[in-house]
């Protein structure tokens, strides 16, 4: 644009501005009557709330703030605020920028809390770094033999042995001969580590006599909720008390006294048999996430034991062999119990005043004093719900830290002009003064983004909040919004809330349960299968068929005589395109019922993920090559359980989020926060999924493999599958890594759109994979075919009305293969980018004698397939 038209649309007047940002203006919700006031600070930069207001720290470490009214009084909707963006990104940018744009991780590090150990001890934790670095430099044969040499220098024998993160596998541990060296070990740590095989756990922890505690967690072996594994431990040493941080069924005085503070390291515990009540001295007891089933029946667990006991912390375990009044009976008889932190509702009951009833004792109950709760007559007490503040641990990047705190602080918007909106929504923090806003549900202020256009245009943008009152608001009120405004429960808004609160977690699994048992219950009856009824369309004498199409490689590569291709679709035969053929389509084109298309109908209960994912639920349940699949506008409570109970039971807790139907990875992240689960969902509807943290790996890198199918006909199935596949591999080495999460080409293998495309030759990848793997492709194969053909069979099942005789269609089936060689499905697309099956020549792999498929005869095999029953290059499912 010239600079005449730029002059002539530049902002001067208020009707300028308001002809410029009236929609903007209206969306915001801004009072009419600011409107005035938000141009000229606007105008005149204008940043005056540090008059106003005040940030003051919510703790004594500082780790929250709040924001505080200092002038004497403001009115409903008087004034309006300037909030400057302090951080403005794409997500799939954020670590990059992070690590190079100068100054912004200080002040991002700062402004969300998480730089409070840097400023005072920056020296104790370059300490901490170098020994960490030093520490992996040892062996865990050396380390053993270090703590050996320390005992005997003392004349002690060593009882506590800590192995962790030392690469140690099941050979090594073996060789290690832990119990014939420390055959007194009452704790052993192996946690992160590369331990798979229980039988190798078993061979040393069987003649370790004295063992009452083994931590595995951060091993292969515990990933998998694999209850046998856990059973096959404990069978070879009953004495366990403590198994992967969780009490087993033998647990005792050890195990009580480990989570009162009594042992460590450094005080192990050895003379506890020589004691007759080693508890005494006990007065807090934290057994959070402790996976305890039974408490009451526990002799150790008494007041006879640890008469002392005035703090005690139940939170997070089943107690699911228990009732609510055996365990309210057992907790009067500590006499000197005054603070008790449970989940409500939970095991002892549904009502925090019917547990103060039967425990008359307690002056807090979830750190909430217990006469203001009676006084309040709080049956579910909402005040428990504390804050999520930053966590980190020391020596962890501050890149790292500001990642992970970061969902507690952004908000966002999409860009969207005349043409289009953007595919991908820009995340931003507010400046230090908007991000100490904390949240109500009857908050006093409004905030809401605004971009402002100088010059009229879109280009000259620049982006701020907000700020405005909504109450009268006096002198010394701390200034709240509500972050989840405009969303009500029908929009999960107490789910939602767990982004920023610490939510009752035992309502949440209670749930997840529920759903479980549900989904376990559920088996496919298929339809009973019917003889074939599609017929080819030639006959005769017949010419070609016409072929309308709008995809480039069907004109460009459909070169057999039988089909002809035809700008004109009211006179084609086969309809062939990209587009959904939907009734306003079918008017606009003149397409007919006699036509056929290639497309089947409700086939969303496929290609669309979150119907792909219910489909196969309903069908099947639970089977083992789908994921952990969630609705999120429909299961965010059950995903939220699901989590926690992971979280609970140690194991790995990454997710990947796809938007229900957007291609070439488009707004998909990973992530192991369910902060960013929740606040993800505001960038449109999505499924979550549990990521694959351990796939099968090419050559250290990650791979999917793109297979095509077929479709005749849904009733009688007719489906074929291609007998060609291609692989399609990540550009970098797999990592699971905090950084390398926001890595595209780490995590994700489509490459036709970002990076370059890896392509490999599919004979050479089996005959490597084979090799590096020690596996026959073969098995692998027979495996993915049967998962495709029973994907099919649940959407015939399902969705009978898929059926129609005028249909015909190819799928893109997208599949991962985990770490033990078993197919995953990912996801099924719609006509699908056949490119690479043009552009290049490859062999039918596990046909002998086939002769190599040329690329430029792909889809004339396909249409041979669809239209004219014939059945080379594709083998019937």
């Known amino acids: 644009m010239g600079s005449d038209a730029s002059e002539s649309n530049k902002i001067e007047t208020f009707e300028d501005f308001l002809r410029v940002h009236g929609l903007l203006l209206a969306a915001s919700g801004l009072p009419p009557q600011l409107h005035m006031p938000l141009f000229e600070k606007l105008s005149a930069e204008i940043f005056d709330g540090g008059a106003y207001f005040q940030i003051e720290p919510t703790d004594e470490e500082g780790r929250q703030r709040r924001l505080v009214m200092t002038s004497d009084f403001m009115g409903k909707e008087s004034n309006v605020f300037l909030i400057d963006h302090a951080?403005?990104?794409?997500?799939?940018?954020?670590?990059?920028?992070?690590?190079?744009?100068?100054?912004?991780?200080?002040?991002?590090?700062?402004?969300?809390?998480?730089?409070?150990?840097?400023?005072?001890?920056?020296?104790?934790?370059?300490?901490?770094?170098?020994?960490?670095?030093e520490a992996s430099k040892v062996s865990a044969a050396d380390l053993a033999r270090e703590e050996l040499a320390k005992a005997k220098e003392k004349g002690d024998?060593?009882?506590?042995l800590e192995l962790e993160e030392l690469g140690i596998d099941d050979h090594t541990l073996v060789s290690l001969d832990?119990?014939?060296?420390?055959?007194?070990?009452?704790?052993?740590?192996?946690?992160?580590?590369?331990?798979?095989?229980?039988?190798a756990v078993v061979h040393e922890v069987r003649n370790l006599t004295r063992l009452k505690a083994l931590w595995l967690n951060g091993n292969p072996i515990t990933e998998k909720q694999d209850s046998y594994v856990m059973d096959k431990i404990l069978q070879a040493n009953p004495r366990l008390e403590i198994l992967n941080s969780h009490f087993t069924r033998s647990f005792g005085k050890w195990a009580l006294g480990f989570c009162g503070g009594l042992y460590e390291k450094d005080n192990p515990g050895h003379l506890l048999e020589n004691s007759q009540h080693p508890l005494l001295g006990v007065t807090s007891l934290d057994l959070s996430n402790r996976g305890i089933h039974n408490l009451v029946h526990n002799k150790a667990f008494s007041p006879v034991e640890m008469p002392s006991l005035s703090y005690l912390n139940l939170k997070d375990n089943p107690f699911d062999e228990i009732s609510s009044s055996d365990m309210l009976e057992v907790l009067k008889r500590f006499s000197n119990l005054r603070s008790l932190e449970v989940d409500i509702p939970g095991p002892l009951g549904e009502s925090s005043l019917m547990i103060l009833e039967s425990l008359p004792n307690l002056s807090q109950l979830n750190?909430?004093?217990?006469?203001?709760?009676?006084?309040?007559?709080?049956?579910?007490?909402?005040?428990i719900m504390e804050p999520r503040l930053p966590e980190w641990s020391p020596g962890e990047p501050l890149a790292d830290r500001i990642i992970n705190a970061m969902w507690l602080y952004l908000m966002n918007y999409r860009l969207a002009d005349e043409e289009k909106i953007d595919e991908t929504s820009v995340w931003y923090a507010m400046d230090e003064l908007g991000s100490a806003l904390r949240h109500s549900d009857e908050p006093n202020f409004m905030v809401a983004p605004f971009l402002y256009m100088p010059e009229g245009k879109l280009s000259s943008s620049v982006s701020f909040s907000l700020l405005w009152p909504i109450r009268d608001i006096a002198n010394g009120h701390e200034c709240t919004r509500d972050f989840l405004f405009g969303i009500n429960e029908e929009k999960q808004r107490s789910s939602r809330l767990t982004a920023w609160f610490h939510t009752p977690k035992n309502y949440f699994i209670h749930e997840y349960e529920k759903h479980r048992q549900r989904l376990e219950l559920r088996s496919l009856t298929p339809a009973s299968?019917?003889?074939?009824?599609?017929?080819?369309?030639?006959?005769?004498?017949?010419?070609?068929?016409?072929?309308?199409?709008?995809?480039?490689?069907?004109?460009?590569?459909?070169?057999?005589?039988?089909?002809?291709?035809?700008?004109?679709?009211?006179?084609?035969?086969?309809?062939?395109?990209?587009m959904?053929?939907?009734?306003?389509?079918?008017?606009?084109?003149?397409?007919?019922?006699?036509?056929?298309?290639?497309?089947?109908?409700?086939?969303?209960?496929l290609v669309m993920k979150h119907h792909l994912a219910k489909t196969v639920q309903e069908a099947y349940g639970l089977p083992e090559w789908l994921q952990p699949t969630y609705n999120l506008e429909m299961h965010l409570t059950q995903l939220i359980g699901d989590y926690c109970l992971r979280e609970r039971n140690r194991l790995n807790n990454l997710w990947i989020l796809k938007p229900w139907n957007m291609a070439r990875t488009i707004d998909t992240t990973v992530t192991n926060s369910i902060s960013a689960i929740i606040r993800l969902m505001e960038t449109g509807p999505k499924i979550c999924q549990k990521y694959i943290e351990h796939p099968a790996l090419f050559n250290g890198r990650k791979f999917d493999l793109r297979f095509i199918v077929l479709v005749r006909s849904v009733n009688p199935m007719e489906i074929f599958l291609a007998d060609i596949f291609w692989v399609r591999l990540a550009n970098n080495q797999y990592s699971l890594e905090q950084n390398s999460l926001f890595e595209y080409e780490t995590h994700f293998t489509v490459m036709n759109y970002r990076g370059k495309i890896n392509h490999k030759d599919t004979q050479e990848f089996v005959e490597e994979f084979e090799q590096e793997h020690g596996v026959k492709w073969s098995d692998i194969h027979e495996r993915t075919r049967k998962m495709i053909r029973s994907v099919f069979e649940a959407a015939a099942t399902v969705h009978p009305e898929m059926h129609s005789p005028m249909s015909r269609a190819i799928y893109g089936i997208d599949v991962m293969l985990d770490s033990s060689f078993q197919p995953k499905l990912l996801e099924v697309t719609y006509c699908p980018d056949c490119t690479r099956a043009c552009k290049y020549d490859m062999k039918a792999v596990g046909r002998k004698g086939e002769e190599t498929v040329k690329g430029g005869d792909f889809f004339n095999y396909v249409f041979g397939c669809l239209f004219l029953n014939e059945s080379a290059h594709v083998s019937p499912l």
């Open 529 to 578: 299968s019917k003889a074939s009824s599609t017929r080819g369309l030639l006959k005769g004498d017949r010419t070609a068929l016409r072929v309308y199409t709008d995809i480039p490689h069907i004109e460009d590569f459909l070169t057999r005589p039988e089909f002809v291709i035809t700008s004109d679709p009211k006179g084609a035969d086969i309809i062939w395109t990209s």
């Open 157 to 160: 024998i060593v009882r506590w």
């Open 87 to 133: 951080w403005t990104f794409r997500l799939s940018d954020a670590y990059k920028q992070l690590q190079e744009v100068p100054g912004l991780a200080q002040r991002m590090g700062s402004l969300m809390c998480v730089d409070l150990d840097l400023n005072s001890d920056a020296e104790q934790a370059s300490t901490a770094k170098n020994w960490s670095n």
């Open 580 to 605: 959904q053929v939907d009734e306003d389509m079918r008017k606009a084109a003149g397409i007919t019922d006699e036509q056929y298309i290639n497309q089947f109908p409700f086939e969303a209960c």
């Open 367 to 383: 750190g909430v004093c217990t006469s203001k709760i009676i006084e309040a007559g709080k049956h579910v007490i909402d005040s």
């Open 178 to 199: 832990l119990s014939t060296k420390f055959p007194d070990l009452l704790a052993l740590s192996l946690c992160q580590n590369k331990l798979v095989s229980a039988d």
